[in-house]
């Protein structure tokens, strides 16, 4: 290490990516020597259904994955998400790939394009970011896929989905997306990216905007899912 560097993490010591505990001293990396152990042997989460009954009635979505159970990861996604700590964001789509890369690898191998979920311009002005778009980002330079991160507006400001029942989340969403007319999606195969899967309302409702565009197939990859039966 530097002595540069050295300094640095003696100002700001590094936090794990993940369970956001400080990082030992002498760890050159983004994750806590037990939650290395822990990522090395994760398998990821097929998520096999869509939550509400009146969402899966309507899947426009052909399969989906997700890396850990968002229990595990819940105060990591509240530091990166929340707290403005945006480069937490790179680590966590570097294991989102290595992951998918060892259990799952055609979900990325399989895109044309890979879609962050949008977040409305009033929250992207709160939080400086949209999470979303970091890991989208991130997998893009590693697998070599296209990110666009324009493919599809926030047009409606809408209430937080969490603390929100099923049927409510659903019509959180509605008319809550359109399309950028200036991208074109016909006859691709998307994969929508974002850090958390509940319900699916959301992921769902953009999906549903792709079909509707053009695109033959969306899957989705998240960072974490909230529901995994």
């Known amino acids: 290490m530097k002595a540069w560097d050295y300094l640095i993490n003696l100002v700001y010591p590094p936090r794990c990516a993940v369970c956001t505990e400080l990082i030992e001293m002498g760890n050159n990396g983004n994750l806590c020597s037990e939650c290395l152990d822990k990522y090395e042997s994760n398998n990821g989460i097929v998520v096999k259904y869509m939550g509400d009954s009146a969402v899966k009635n309507t899947n426009n979505l052909t399969r989906g994955y997700s890396v850990f159970d968002y229990s595990d990861i819940k105060l990591s996604i509240e530091h990166f998400k929340f707290k403005g700590f945006k480069n937490d964001g790179i680590a966590l789509g570097e294991i989102m790939y290595t992951v998918a890369d060892r259990n799952f690898p055609y979900i990325l191998k399989d895109a044309d394009i890979l879609v962050p979920v949008p977040v409305h311009s009033k929250r992207f002005k709160e939080r400086g970011f949209n999470q979303s778009a970091v890991l989208a980002k991130r997998l893009a330079q590693i697998s070599g896929k296209m990110c666009c991160e324009n493919a599809i507006k926030r047009v409606r400001y809408t209430a937080p989905q969490s603390?929100?029942?099923?049927?409510?989340?659903?019509?959180?969403?509605?008319?809550?997306?359109?399309?950028?007319?200036?991208?074109?999606?016909?006859?691709?195969?998307?994969?929508?990216?974002?850090?958390?899967?509940?319900?699916?309302?959301?992921?769902?409702?953009?999906?549903?905007?792709?079909?509707?565009?053009?695109?033959?197939?969306?899957?989705?990859?998240?960072?974490?899912a909230a529901v995994t039966r």
Request: with cysteine.
């Open 163 to 224: 603390g929100l029942h099923p049927e409510q989340r659903l019509k959180n969403v509605k008319n809550a997306f359109e399309i950028n007319q200036k991208i074109d999606v016909r006859d691709k195969k998307i994969v929508l990216i974002d850090d958390i899967f509940t319900t699916g309302a959301t992921i769902n409702e953009c999906a549903n905007i792709l079909i509707k565009s053009g695109a033959v197939q969306v899957d989705f990859f998240t960072l974490s």
